[in-house]
């Protein structure tokens, strides 16, 4: 670099905007100019792809020229380990360049050789798919697609229900899906298998036609050959771990007083149906909700308890994994955790989503007998319905070409390379797998006359059918419905508990209120509201017009306990020392006076109150009692007007 011209640090006399900063991994070398700058990144980049001066292949020379409110300019040289790198040509030679992150967004790269053009562009790509990721590069036909449903696939790629690794016996994940049924897909591009995806299947190959049929597959919804279904198709499975740790109440330092097994007392001998003599499940049981997994002695109370499997899908035991404990990993303590994996198996059902691989993602709407699905001359039968209307405004015209691809490729037992950009305007693949569908004696544009699975006539056009890769995503209706009619409630406010784990209810909202309000639903708002949320009878004074202030009398023997208000009740000592006042001012002593024993009652502490009878039972919300008591906490007083 100094002999290139770099000035080194110690001699430097001038720093500033005119003068270009050199530095190797962060550390700064010395300062040049600009110009000198760009001559020697271009001087050290053909010195390393032509292998002279020592430099080595994968040394990052980042330039950036100087800017108005850019990156701050200079040469920062690259040369540590663990770098992300990629091939590109280099043009003054023909020959490998390793380009970075950080240099290759101040260099001109062209993606095909037609677009190079002289002193602009110093590299072109090896391949126009290079522009693309591993993701992107999955995608087949995908030049042929809109970019939202390209990118909308890319999300899709990696929500597959496929093959999340290989080393799955020896894992230990919270969730984890697995599709037992993946195939390789017969229409592919290269990369696939240069990736090796072979190893990772996440779909299948379906025979789908594009036809409205049965009303079934409106909008998104794709109807599933039932049969296709019950011979295993996306048939997938759940995992789970559940982690058993004996000494969670445990503090640490505390003799180990919960020991895994049975112990000497008496318990159910069921239990053994599910329990091995250890106290841990047989691995391939079938377990359901309230099934015991494992059995452990506890000495404090001397019984023998279980815990159970409390989810509601029932699952089969897939392994069980002992647990050390990393503070006495090295002493041979005792077993106080185990994980158990469970197996879910999950079959398609109707709710399931599913996916090609250019976007078009829809919903099972439902499992179709395969006796009522239409059938072709040949006998063939789709496994997938979708409808015509996908495609019109998403333009997804990949998806029509890998049905083509995919079924000449059946017929001549072919998988088709699906890279992007091997056609064009002059050479179509409608053209070329057109060629081979026709000589495998079907139609040169995919089209095949259908007859209805119903009556047996044919229909009145032919329809679009071929061979599509789909994916089963891992988005199921099992993980997502949601329904309640009864169930736990809220302690302070009696209306139901929100999240779907505990059966909680749906929240109607202000806005979902409005709505209801918009469209009269008045009862159905009620219903919502009130009814199905907090419900509930409330005592309440007519004279006074408080909810709070009422209680229950103690029973009288042979009689019921009433409803009796407090505020507007009279102390009995009260009522008697008036009286007797009054039988004073009078002067006849001898007059008796009486009161009604209705309107005597006793409270729970034994004291008595005369009055206090003109209370009703009302219907209202529990939250407007919780309400009121909060605001009687801050002195403000609910006054309601009950009529009649």
Avoid at 50 to 61: R, S, Y
Avoid at 168 to 181: C, E, G, P, T
Avoid at 422 to 439: H, I, S, W
Wanted: proline share 5%; glycine share 10%; charged share 20%.
């Amino acid at each position: 670099l100094f002999e290139l011209g770099v000035t080194p640090i110690e001699a430097c006399s001038q720093i500033g905007q005119n003068y270009a900063v050199v530095q190797i991994d962060g550390e700064i070398i010395g300062y040049t100019s600009h110009k000198n700058s760009a001559q020697i990144a271009n001087t050290l980049r053909f010195w390393k792809v032509a292998g002279k001066n020592g430099i080595p292949l994968d040394l990052e020379i980042g330039y950036v020229p100087p800017s108005t409110k850019g990156q701050y300019p200079g040469l920062f040289i690259f040369g540590g380990h663990s770098r992300m790198m990629r091939p590109v040509k280099y043009l003054p030679l023909g020959k490998e360049d390793i380009v970075g992150p950080f240099e290759q967004v101040y260099m001109n790269i062209a993606v095909t050789a037609p677009e190079i053009v002289n002193d602009v562009h110093t590299h072109v790509e090896f391949s126009p798919t290079n522009i693309l990721s591993i993701l992107a590069n999955l995608t087949p036909f995908s030049d042929y697609n809109q970019s939202p449903r390209n990118m909308y696939q890319c999300q899709m790629g990696k929500q597959t229900m496929g093959t999340p690794g290989v080393g799955l016996v020896h894992r230990s994940d919270n969730k984890l899906y697995r599709l037992q049924s993946g195939q390789t897909p017969i229409v592919k591009a290269n990369l696939y298998d240069d990736y090796g995806m072979d190893n990772f299947p996440n779909g299948t190959n379906a025979v789908v036609a594009v036809i409205s049929y049965t009303c079934y597959d409106m909008d998104d919804a794709m109807i599933i050959n039932k049969s296709a279904d019950e011979r295993g198709f996306g048939y997938g499975t759940m995992y789970k771990v559940e982690k058993v740790d004996l000494s969670m109440n445990r503090s640490r330092g505390d003799p180990i007083t919960q020991h895994f097994g049975f112990g000497s007392d008496e318990w159910p001998q069921e239990w053994l149906t599910n329990i091995d003599e250890d106290g841990l499940p047989y691995v391939g049981t079938f377990v359901q909700e309230g099934d015991p997994i494992a059995a452990f002695y506890d000495e404090i109370s001397g019984k023998t308890k279980v815990k159970t499997y409390h989810h509601s899908e029932p699952a089969y035991i897939e392994a069980v994994n002992l647990i050390g404990d990393d503070s006495n990993s090295l002493n041979n303590s005792e077993l106080q955790t185990v994980s158990i994996k469970y197996r879910i198996t999950r079959t398609p059902q109707i709710g399931d989503k599913f996916s090609s691989r250019h976007g078009q993602k829809g919903v099972c709407s439902r499992k179709w007998p395969t006796i009522d699905m239409p059938f072709s001359e040949t006998g063939i039968q789709p496994d997938i319905i979708i409808n015509p209307h996908a495609f019109p405004s998403r333009m997804t015209i990949g998806m029509f070409v890998e049905s083509l691809a995919g079924k000449a490729g059946c017929l001549h037992g072919i998988a088709q390379d699906a890279t992007p950009w091997r056609f064009n305007e002059e050479d179509t693949p409608a053209d070329y797998f057109g060629e081979q569908l026709k000589a495998a004696g079907y139609n040169y544009h995919g089209n095949e006359p259908l007859y209805s699975g119903a009556t047996g006539e044919e229909l009145r056009v032919d329809i679009y059918i071929g061979v599509v890769y789909y994916q089963r995503l891992r988005h199921m209706v099992n993980d997502k419905y949601q329904v309640r009619s009864t169930g736990p409630v809220n302690a302070l406010t009696m209306q139901p508990v929100k999240g779907r784990k505990r059966g909680g209810g749906i929240r109607i909202g202000e806005m979902e209120r409005d709505a209801f309000i918009g469209h009269g639903t008045a009862y159905l708002l009620q219903d919502r509201l009130l009814n199905c949320s907090d419900y509930t009878h409330s005592a309440i004074c007519k004279d006074c017009g408080s909810i709070l202030t009422t209680q229950s009398s103690v029973p009288r023997i042979g009689g019921k306990s009433t409803v009796r208000c407090r505020r507007c009740a009279i102390k009995f000592e009260d009522v008697k020392s008036v009286l007797n006042k009054q039988k004073a001012a009078s002067g006849d002593e001898n007059e008796d006076i009486y009161i009604d024993d209705s309107y005597i009652w006793e409270d729970g502490q034994g004291k008595k109150f005369v009055g206090g009878v003109n209370t009703t039972t009302v219907a209202i919300p529990f939250v407007l009692k919780y309400l009121d008591s909060e605001l009687s906490a801050m002195g403000i007083r609910l006054k309601y007007n009950v009529e009649p």
